[in-house]
């Protein structure tokens, strides 16, 4: 081999074919419109490996003197030092005219990453503000694929994520955004709010001490943390909230709305009316405000005034869902069953993935003696929500009226420990050990309910119930 030292450059036939092969890979993935950094690889090390195998033949070839290469004896390497750093000269250049390359095109990659970016959260937005939020998570998700650092994505999708209830998925892509920019207010109000729809009130305040720290006159943090504070029964620091909030903005309604709704919470339904009112004398379309202060009157026995509210935020919005089925709660407490199915039809019909409605009309159905409709009606609220204990309190009292003991039973005790703090199934599971013969575990079960108990009807239940087993 009088041109080519096989013996001592073996290694050069692979390299070279490798780095074709690597280019061809690249070419028909840029050419299939993969501008991934995988390709962008693929196609420098393959132009490197190529070049560098090239060069060292060709300098090889041009180092040996003419009628040396044409003797049959191998010529030795690199005999001129003066070809050699020629070599080495062109090996550099092609590293460094790859790298420059490489890096040109990346930006060039990442600029036109950019720019289809911004079109595709545009369009997200829109399907945002549509309420279509699956569509919507779709085009930002297009959007991060163009430009992973893209904030607005980012913020964007955990946003339509939380609309549609995939909190924890929201706060995955809110802790992407802070990774990458940690002085984000929105950002971390939009992760305390997160966490708030989760219960994870501490974390959530948490959030909205960073959001204020950064931005002391953002007012929805300070609403925020207010109403987070109230769920923690922290409610002097929910006040102090409150106040701060109306400080920057004397006409802001969402506060109005979390400071009543926190008063109706400590049951001072004056006040919490009054802050309602506030809002219609703000604002005399507020359909929330009517439902809110409806929500009020009904808590106070008052269902005349509740129901006219109700009544009212269905004439300024017919598809009003919450309306709906907070006025069939209403005919369902005046035992106007058939109303309150009406009603709850109306609201599912708007809302159809409404744990608490679901329910309601399936305890309708169970008033008016149709058994199996209401479990129907229990099953699917279980399956939209399967942390609702009411569903499975419910549930229970339909099994236990069939007869069901055992299926019962396991619905109280599955209520129970998602809501320990609620006399309801106590009750139930008390009755079912009576009716079993299991009066020791009864009896504990009405004291139990007895001691939690705040609503008349369920205490005088228990009370019956266990003066019937004491009684000699």
């Not at 995988?38 to 090390?45: K, R, V």
Request: glycine share 6%; proline share 3%.
């Amino acid at each position: 081999m009088n041109k080519f030292q096989w013996k001592n450059d073996y290694w050069l036939l692979p390299v070279g074919l490798v780095g074709l092969v690597l280019l061809v890979v690249a070419y028909l993935r840029f050419w299939a419109g993969d501008w991934s950094v995988a390709a962008y690889i693929a196609a420098g090390l393959g132009a490197l490996a190529l070049l560098f195998a090239l060069v060292w033949v060709g300098f090889s070839w041009i180092s040996e003197p003419q009628k040396k290469r044409r003797t049959a004896a191998p010529p030795r390497h690199w005999r001129f030092p003066r070809a050699r750093y020629w070599a080495w000269g062109g090996l550099v250049l092609c590293l460094v005219g790859g790298a420059l390359a490489g890096y040109f095109l990346s930006q060039q990659r990442q600029s036109v990453g950019r720019e289809q970016a911004l079109v595709l959260v545009s369009q997200a937005q829109s399907y945002a503000e549509a309420g279509e939020y699956a569509q919507a998570v779709e085009a930002y998700t297009s959007a991060i694929e163009q430009d992973p650092g893209s904030l607005d994505a980012l913020n964007g999708r955990g946003q339509a994520f939380a609309a549609q209830g995939l909190y924890a998925q929201a706060v995955n892509d809110f802790n992407a955004a802070l990774a990458i920019e940690p002085e984000l207010p929105q950002t971390y109000l939009n992760r305390g709010a997160a966490y708030a729809a989760q219960g994870e009130y501490t974390r959530a305040v948490f959030d909205y001490n960073s959001a204020l720290r950064i931005d002391d006159q953002l007012i929805e943090a300070y609403n925020n943390r207010g109403l987070a504070h109230s769920y923690l029964n922290e409610m002097e620091a929910a006040f102090a909230d409150y106040d701060a909030a109306l400080a920057i903005d004397p006409n802001y309604i969402k506060t109005y709305t979390s400071r009543g709704m926190t008063f109706s919470l400590l049951k001072e339904y004056e006040l919490a009316i009054a802050d309602f009112n506030k809002i219609l004398q703000i604002d005399p379309q507020n359909v929330s405000a009517y439902v809110n202060r409806g929500n009020v009157y009904a808590l106070m026995g008052l269902y005349e005034k509740a129901m006219a509210d109700y009544d009212a935020a269905l004439g300024l919005d017919p598809n009003s869902a919450a309306a709906y089925s907070r006025r069939g709660m209403i005919y369902a407490k005046l035992e106007q069953y058939q109303q309150a199915i009406v009603d709850y039809d109306a609201a599912l019909q708007i809302a159809a993935q409404d744990a608490e409605t679901l329910t309601n009309r399936g305890l309708a159905y169970f008033r008016l003696g149709q058994t199996q409709p209401a479990l129907a009606d229990f099953n699917q609220a279980i399956q939209v929500d399967p942390e609702y204990a009411d569903a499975y309190n419910n549930r229970g009292i339909t099994y236990a009226d069939l007869e069901e003991f055992a299926l019962a039973l396991a619905d109280f005790d599955k209520a129970i420990e998602l809501d320990p703090e609620d006399a309801n199934p106590y009750l139930g599971r008390g009755i079912v050990y009576v009716l079993q013969g299991d009066f020791e575990q009864g009896e504990s079960d009405l004291r139990t309910c007895l001691t939690l108990c705040s609503e008349v009807q369920v205490c005088d239940a228990a009370q019956s119930a266990l003066n019937m087993l004491i009684q000699p």
